[in-house]
């Protein structure tokens, strides 16, 4: 039977799941439809980030980080370890209960918010109706007041090499390898390329991971982007910059890949490939010819700073529209909708969204880099500190990496902070809130920071914008 919904929302990710909740807070009734399903044939809301992307790619980071810690880091510690062996099967296994630990947490949330739970494909129609077929029923149409498309995003696929889901693989396949691949190839050393190609060097594959651009991680800040590279070198991470595949093919069980660098043609085996180039919006069959959403060239749903799409009522947000693909940017705009549409002041502060990429030592930043801030003439002092100058990072053993604030040069409010080094994704909430609050690099150098920590290093390149440092000089 056809139903009307104060709002429908398609797609159960940290997007629509999330604004599906803050929407029955509101007192909306809420019909939230997602697709994905477990290997056990159940629903398995979260979307790509709890089942297949953010969640299971830290749950493999982790495991892996401790052989790695035992296997290379104990003895100097004081610590013997003999005869380490691993489980691949049983890392797979704790990765996946994890999962299935936060996709039955939703279905609960679901449950206690009373939001409608559909597991099924949604297509959006003319005047806000939504067809929805069901994995488990035949289809019905229902109709919003309003519509959220939360649709997501899937991994791109480069001309050449079709991924086959066993040798040629995506993320999905990266998180499921039963054994290590004695090589493993991947392409593009962005974010998805780096932090997978450390779970398996760190198991025991040779990693070679072959990138398009000439420079390094394009995207962070250049100090940042040697200064890990130094370390990815260090853990022999083989990354190849100025590769361009032209192409894979698959041969007796393993991988021939080609590819062209400054120095002409090359050809590489691998007995897996990961291809981690970019992702695109999901909207392939989301929308009806006549359901008035326009798509931008690239296949996003268009949408405005508030994330209205150009029909009336119906809103775009997440991976499938404009802005960086990450899960708490998702959240975040779900909540900033349901709140306008309650006549709330929604809104979502795009300039402070933090970055994170989980390797070793972890990537974070805010704001924008010293290239961006040089390309737009920005006027700014610097500070850095090195974790190396840390008690804590020194009695860690975790000392690599520095952190680097930028300050505007005559009002002093806190422009950028990027950090390479241990912990770096639960340092950068500090400088994400010092940024909403239009801080100043005086006030987090005036701040107690608690010693010995890693957060000392924040404090210190807080100083050193103003050239006080305590503990390098100036
Ligand atoms: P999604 O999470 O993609 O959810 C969309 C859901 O909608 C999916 O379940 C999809 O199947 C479903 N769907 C699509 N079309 C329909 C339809 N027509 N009907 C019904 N359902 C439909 N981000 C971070 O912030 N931190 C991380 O650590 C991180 N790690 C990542 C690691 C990997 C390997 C990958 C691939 C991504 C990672 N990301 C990370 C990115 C993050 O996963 C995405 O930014 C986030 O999931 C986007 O959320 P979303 O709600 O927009 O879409
Ligand atoms: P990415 O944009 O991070 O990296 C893709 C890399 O591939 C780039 O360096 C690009 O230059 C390179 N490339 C593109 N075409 C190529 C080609 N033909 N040959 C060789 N190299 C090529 O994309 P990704 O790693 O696929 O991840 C997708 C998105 O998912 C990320 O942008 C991010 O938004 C999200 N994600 C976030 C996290 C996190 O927050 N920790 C983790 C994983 C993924």
């Not at 909306?28 to 044939?41: F, N």
């Not at 309003?146 to 066993?166: N, Q, R, T």
């Not at 595949?245 to 090359?266: F, I, L």
Request: a negative charge; aromatic letters at 4%; charged letters at 25%.
């Amino acid at each position: 039977m056809a139903d009307k919904y104060d709002v429908i929302i398609i797609g159960g990710g940290p997007g629509g799941y999330v604004a599906a909740i803050r929407a029955a807070q509101l007192d909306m009734k809420v019909l939230l439809i997602d697709d994905r399903q477990g290997e056990d044939g159940k629903p398995a809301p979260g979307g790509t980030c709890l089942n297949v992307g953010c969640v299971p790619s830290k749950a493999l980071l982790d495991s892996s980080k401790h052989l790695h810690h035992i296997q290379h880091d104990y003895k100097a510690h004081g610590i013997n370890v003999e005869k380490v062996s691993m489980d691949i099967g049983q890392m797979l296994k704790r990765k996946q209960g994890v999962v299935k630990q936060l996709n039955s947490g939703l279905m609960q949330l679901f449950k206690a918010n009373k939001i409608e739970f559909i597991n099924g494909r949604g297509k959006l129609l003319a005047d806000r109706k939504v067809e929805v077929s069901p994995n488990d029923r035949d289809k019905v149409t229902h109709t919003g007041e309003h519509v959220i498309l939360a649709a997501g995003s899937v991994p791109i696929e480069i001309p050449g090499v079709k991924f086959d889901g066993e040798h040629i693989i995506d993320n999905v396949g990266a998180l499921e390898l039963e054994k290590a691949p004695e090589r493993l190839g991947v392409i593009g050393a962005g974010v998805i390329g780096l932090e997978l190609g450390s779970v398996w060097k760190r198991l025991g594959s040779e990693v070679v991971l072959l990138e398009a651009m000439d420079t390094f991680l394009a995207a962070v800040d250049p100090d940042i982007a040697k200064a890990s590279a130094r370390e990815f070198k260090k853990q022999k991470l083989d990354i190849r910059l100025g590769s361009k595949v032209s192409g894979a093919k698959v041969k007796d069980g393993k991988v021939e890949v080609t590819y062209e660098d400054a120095k002409g043609e090359h050809s590489e085996t691998f007995d897996r490939l990961l291809v981690s180039v970019g992702r695109k919006a999901a909207s392939d069959g989301l929308l009806a010819e006549d359901s008035g959403v326009k798509l931008t060239d690239r296949g996003q749903v268009e949408v405005d700073e508030q994330s209205r799409t150009s029909a009336d009522n119906v809103w775009g947000i997440g991976d499938l529209v404009r802005g960086p693909m990450l899960a708490h940017k998702a959240s975040e705009e779900g909540v900033a909708v349901v709140e306008t549409i309650a006549g709330q002041a929604g809104h979502l502060n795009m300039d402070t969204i933090p970055w994170v990429i989980y390797t070793d030592p972890e990537i974070a930043w805010v704001g924008p880099t010293e290239s961006e801030l040089k390309e737009k003439g920005v006027d700014y002092r610097v500070g850095t500190f090195p974790f190396a100058a840390t008690g804590r990072g020194l009695a860690m053993g975790e000392a690599a990496g520095m952190v680097k604030m930028m300050a505007d040069a005559e009002t002093d409010r806190i422009l950028a902070v990027h950090i390479v080094g241990p912990q770096a994704s639960e340092l950068i909430g500090e400088c994400v809130v010092a940024m909403e609050f239009a801080g100043s690099s005086e006030d987090l150098a005036r701040i107690v920071h608690a010693h010995p920590t890693l957060s000392e290093a924040i404090h210190e390149a807080a100083l050193a914008v103003d050239k006080r440092a305590i503990h390098k000089a100036n």
